[in-house]
Antibody, heavy 115, light 109 residues
């Protein structure tokens, strides 16, 4: 059974850091492009970051460039998102998703940036 | 960056009716790289259609996608109660970036 499980969300003050993780099971993790997508409260989906199957290529939405870093550990079937210099507008549910088509999604982890 | 604009923003229909959702791109999108996702309240999104017209695994045939270039359509032929949700179009891969439309909410009339 293919499954993605996010963790690491929580409440954090503006300017602080948080690291999200996404554990994959039931798939050959290293075969797939992986994404982070977020959804602010009451808003639509926003693509945040992508990493190629081997980690050699990465890209980000402009609003997080220089603050967020996506990475992966194929030996542990795990995707990460290091979020630094967090802002109130980063408050959202963060999902990881598999493949260029985003054909499998995790259940999401909530990040709240508030003083 | 490719901007996707969905219309209408919301649609009020009755079960059994046909729903037609539009997604317009700011520049041409390869049909291979256009997808539709469904999201119900409190749930993660689910892939419905990829490659503009290919149903994902397990998706009923009442869902169909069409279009090319800058204009794409998701059609639900006969709405079932479980189809009332928010639908997002998405383009993928252009310059290794992905974008979503703002969503269309299909509501029960």
């Amino acid at each position: 059974q293919v499954q993605l499980v996010e963790s690491g969300g929580g409440v954090v003050q503006p300017g602080r850091s948080l690291r999200l993780s996404c554990a994959a099971s039931g798939i050959i993790f290293s075969n797939y492009v992986m994404h982070w997508v977020r959804q602010a409260p009451g808003k639509g989906l926003e693509w945040v970051a992508v990493i190629s199957y081997d980690g050699s290529n990465k890209n980000y939405v402009d609003s997080v460039k220089g603050r967020f870093t996506i990475s992966r550990d194929n030996s542990k079937n795990t995707l990460h998102l290091q979020m630094n210099s967090l802002r109130a507008e980063d408050t959202a549910v963060y999902y990881c998703a598999r493949d260029v088509r985003m054909d499998v999604w995790g259940q999401g982890t909530t990040v709240t940036v508030s003083s | 960056e490719i901007v996707l604009t969905q219309s209408p923003g919301s649609l009020s229909l009755s079960p059994g009716e046909r729903a037609t959702l539009s997604c317009r791109a700011s520049q041409s999108v390869s049909s291979s790289y256009l997808a539709w996702h469904q999201q119900k309240p409190g749930q993660a999104p689910r892939l419905l259609i990829y490659g503009a017209s290919i149903r994902a695994t397990g998706i009923p045939d009442r869902f169909s996608g069409s279009g090319s270039g800058t204009d794409f359509t998701l059609t639900i032929s006969r709405l079932e109660p479980e189809d009332f949700a928010v639908y997002y179009c998405q383009q993928y891969g252009n310059s290794f970036t992905w974008t979503f439309g703002q969503g269309t909410k299909v509501e029960i009339k």
